[in-house]
Every structure is written in structure tokens, then in C-alpha cells.
């Protein structure tokens, strides 16, 4: 039988998914500072870039359980090494970007793959299988901090390399710092060679847990939730920084306020992730869709300061990824562990099909309007509706007879 996971290999294991999630987020937070500098340079609305992302964020969530699915069978190391080298082509050719079909191309279909492939679901399930069950949602809150991590340390990185290089040249930057997660990606296989273990039952097949997920109320109410999630996160990573710059935010406030959500969001994860292993998981996302609804609303009728901006990044930074621990923390609770990524990954689509419309919509009723603030409104309606559904979800485990440890082949 394949030995239990050593401590030092649990470490390994989350350390190497902490980085790959802090590269690939860190360096995909970066985008919304493309937007301007992109559509000015090609002469294009931000309609177009907008639509480029909304592609992105689509294509993800549909790549989520596909390559949930191969990381579950083929192990996770293979499909991260792969989504590193679809990260460099994306980036690279997104560098020589002329018109709007290359955008697609590029920063929609090329970077939605690569996302798929070493996104957070896909790390979960490596450190699903080498964490206990009492410790596994700190864990997965430490692994979501690392996009935090990445948004705090590329977003003034992109930020003063365009100032000095412009854009193209610091997409060619950016390309060395995604290659890194090929190499990182190596150590994975420790967890691959890991037997399922923890759980006093798995399913015996992957059809099996799709049935069990089919039919389970609780499930298809927590993928609800999670598409206002994508909502959320799309439309700020992708509009914020351009909202502070239509309201007269110097580009130094507009970068430190970006990075600012990412430096909350490292102590906002980890603390959710905790509070997840000790309450109700159902309960802490209700607070934190409530608390999102609630922060929106000065952005409605205050007028914007440095002060505000700041303010307001880091709370929406503290409350971010937040969800992610008692989501992901819940899908493993009621299914086990042995599927997590592809059925994480089929929550994760609901939450990129909100980022489709959270980045899309806004540019376009942007585009229509000349402002943002009905984006708001529906932004803060979909918070408390969110916090409304997730509730009273059913949370409850499956009942299973205890199936033999398996371990990917």
C-alpha cells in the first residue's frame, strides 16, 4: 500500500500549492490594470477587454471540472505542469495583441484554460489528500491566501513595470514569473502517490459522486451562492481600478488600494478558514455575503477620497476569497475527499459564470451609461440574496458504507 503523507510531505505539498495559487491568481488580479492602458492603445471600448475577460472567467469555470477530473485520475502535478505551460503562451501571445479577436484568443480562451488547470480547486484536492479533516479548511484557507499573497505583490509590480514599460513589455515580465509554476508544480506528486484517507467513506467511482452531488439540495444551493461570488470578485478585479480612475484616484492610490485588497484578504482567508473548522460553514458565508451587500453601499452616495477607496479595499479585501474555505470546506464535508476537485470544480463554474456577467455587464452598462452604479445595486441585491440561499442549505454528509483507500493512478 502507498504510505500515509510525512509531515514534511503535508508541508510541501501545501507550500507548492500555496505558490502556484498565489502566481496564477496574483498574476490574473493584475488584468484589471490593463484595461485603460489595453483599450486606449488598440482604440478600443471597454467593452472589448471587458468581453476578453468575461471569456476568460467562462472558460474557467467550465475548464474547473474538466480539469478537476483529470487532476482526480491523472494526478494533480501533470495538470498543473500543463496549465503552467498554457499560462506562458497565453501571456506571451497576449503581448502581440493587435485587435479585438486576439484579446479572445489570448487573454479569453488561452488564460481561461490555463486558469482552469492550476486553480484553486485543483490545488484543494492535492491538499485535501494529505491534510486531516480537522485541519483541512485552515488549510484550504491558507492555500486562498495565497491569491492574496499574489494580488499584493504583482498588482504594484504590473503596476510600475507599465508605467515604465507600458503594457506589452510587462505582459513578457509577467511570462517569467508563470513559468516559475512548472517547477513548483514537481512536488505535487507527493500528494498524487497519497491514498485517500480521513474519511470513514468515499465514493467508489466518479459517476457515483456525480449522482450524489445531482441529487443533494444542499450542493446546488451552496453552487448558487458561489456564482455571486464571481460576480463579486469579477467585476472589482476587473472594473475597480478603472472606477477609481473615472472619479479622479491618482494611479499610486488606485495600485496601493488593489494591493490593499490582497494584503486583507491573506489575514481574511486564513480567519475564515478557521471559523470554518469551528461554526456552522453555511453561517460564515451568509456573514460574508451580508458583510460584502453592506460594503457596497457607500460607493452609492459618498463622494470618492483616497480615504474611501482605501476604506473600502480593505474591507472588501478582508471578505474577498473568503468564501472559499467553508465552500470548498462544505463540498468535501458532505462528499469526501477523493472526488473534491472535479465536484469543487463544478461549483467554481457557477462562480465563473458570475464572473462572466460580473465582468462583462459592467463594462457594457458602462459603455452604455458612462457609469457604474448600477453594477452597484445589483452587486449589493445579489450579496443579500446569496447570504438568503446559503443559510439554511443542507450540509449534511452522505451516508456511505466505507470504501477501500485508492490513491489517482
Known amino acids: 500500500m502507498t504510505a500515509m503523507p510525512t509531515q514534511r510531505s503535508i508541508l510541501l505539498v501545501t507550500v507548492c500549492a500555496l505558490t502556484i495559487v498565489t502566481l496564477s491568481m496574483g498574476i490574473r488580479q493584475s488584468f484589471g490594470l490593463f484595461t485603460r492602458p489595453v483599450s486606449m492603445d488598440l482604440g478600443l471600448g471597454r467593452q472589448v477587454f471587458s468581453m476578453a475577460i468575461a471569456i476568460q472567467t467562462l472558460i474557467t469555470g467550465f475548464g474547473n471540472p474538466i480539469a478537476g477530473a483529470l487532476a482526480d485520475r491523472f494526478g494533480t502535478q501533470r495538470v498543473a505542469m500543463g496549465g503552467g505551460v498554457l499560462y506562458i503562451f497565453g501571456l506571451a501571445l497576449g503581448s502581440l495583441s493587435q485587435e479585438a479577436l486576439h484579446l479572445q484568443l489570448t487573454f479569453g480562451i488561452l488564460m481561461g484554460m490555463a486558469l482552469s488547470a492550476v486553480s484553486m480547486s485543483v490545488m484543494f484536492g492535492a491538499v485535501a489528500r494529505v491534510v486531516k479533516p480537522e485541519k483541512r479548511t485552515a488549510a484550504f484557507g491558507i492555500v486562498t491566501a495565497g491569491g492574496s499573497i499574489g494580488q499584493f505583490l504583482m498588482i504594484p509590480t504590473a503596476s510600475a513595470l507599465m508605467t515604465s514599460l507600458g503594457w506589452r513589455e510587462t505582459l513578457l515580465w509577467l511570462t517569467l514569473a508563470a513559468a516559475t509554476m512548472i517547477v513548483v508544480a514537481m512536488p505535487l506528486r507527493l500528494s498524487d502517490r497519497t491514498p485517500t484517507r480521513h474519511s470513514s467513506a468515499e465514493a467508489n467511482s466518479l459517476t457515483q459522486a456525480l449522482r450524489e452531488a445531482r441529487g443533494h439540495r444542499g450542493y446546488w444551493l451552496l453552487t448558487a451562492s458561489f456564482f455571486v461570488c464571481g460576480f463579486h470578485v469579477s467585476f ?139 453594477v452597484w445595486m445589483i452587486n449589493i441585491a445579489l450579496g443579500l440574496a446569496a447570504a438568503a440561499i446559503i443559510a439554511p442549505a443542507g450540509d449534511t454528509p452522505i451516508a456511505r458504507i466505507p470504501a477501500k483507500e485508492t490513491a489517482p493512478a
Open 236 to 374: 472589482v478585479a476587473t472594473h475597480f481600478p478603472a472606477y477609481l480612475a473615472d472619479r479622479g484616484m491618482l494611479p499610486g492610490v488606485i495600485a496601493t488600494a488593489f494591493a490593499l485588497i490582497g494584503l486583507c484578504n491573506i489575514f481574511g482567508s486564513y480567519l475564515f478558514g478557521v471559523l470554518s473548522g469551528r461554526w456552522r460553514k453555511r453561517y460564515v458565508l451568509a456573514f460574508i455575503y451580508s458583510a460584502r451587500a453592506v460594503l457596497f453601499v457607500p460607493l452609492l452616495f459618498l463622494p470618492m477620497t483616497p480615504e474611501l477607496a482605501m476604506a473600502f479595499a480593505a474591507g472588501m479585501g478582508f471578505l474577498y476569497l473568503g468564501t472559499v474555505p467553508p465552500t470548498s470546506g462544505i463540498v468535501a464535508q458532505i462528499f469526501g475527499v477523493r472526488y473534491m476537485s472535479t465536484l469543487m470544480g463544478i461549483v467554481l463554474l457557477s462562480h465563473q459564470i458570475g464572473g462572466f456577467l460580473g465582468a462583462w455587464l459592467a463594462g457594457y452598462l458602462y459603455d452604455k451609461t458612462g457609469s457604474y452604479e448600477i
